[in-house]
């Protein structure tokens, strides 16, 4: 005979070390996942990382202060977050702007003075 079990995992408690984060459910279970995990947490204040609110009956956590939210399933599955890459210009911010093609006819259309042609 087999019994199946049913194990929703919901969190009651967290808490964010200086090297994870600690989730406790409610079923007793501790889960505990690497800070690095969350790179906006790793970033926050201890303040930030104190001030938390449970979310959806439990399933998740959030950070208001930081706009962080970790599930207990993504904590369960190893999911890591990702950092946003920053968007890359094709321009330098330093280089000045070239003159758009129409810019440039209209600058070769202009007729020199005799004193310019030499």
């Given at each position: 005979?087999?019994?199946?079990?049913?194990?929703?995992?919901?969190?009651?408690?967290?808490?964010?070390?200086?090297?994870?984060?600690?989730?406790?459910?409610?079923?007793?279970?501790?889960?505990?996942?690497?800070?690095?995990?969350?790179?906006r947490l790793s970033e926050?204040?201890?303040?930030?990382?104190?001030?938390?609110?449970?979310?959806?009956?439990?399933?998740?956590?959030?950070?208001?202060?930081?706009?962080?939210?970790?599930?207990?399933?993504?904590?369960?599955?190893?999911?890591?977050?990702?950092?946003?890459?920053?968007?890359?210009?094709?321009?330098?911010?330093?280089?000045?702007?070239?003159?758009?093609?129409?810019?440039?006819?209209?600058?070769?259309?202009?007729?020199?003075?005799?004193?310019?042609?030499?």
């Amino acid at each position: 005979m087999s019994t199946a079990v049913s194990v929703e995992s919901r969190i009651s408690s967290v808490e964010v070390s200086d090297e994870a984060i600690i989730a406790r459910l409610v079923d007793g279970r501790v889960i505990s996942v690497p800070l690095a995990w969350s790179w906006r947490l790793s970033e926050a204040t201890p303040a930030q990382r104190r001030n938390w609110e449970l979310i959806g009956d439990g399933h998740g956590v959030h950070w208001p202060d930081i706009d962080e939210d970790i599930s207990a399933d993504g904590m369960l599955t190893g999911i890591p977050a990702q950092r946003p890459h920053a968007r890359r210009s094709t321009t330098p911010a330093n280089r000045p702007l070239q003159p758009t093609s129409r810019a440039k006819r209209k600058a070769k259309a202009k007729p020199r003075s005799r004193a310019a042609r030499g």
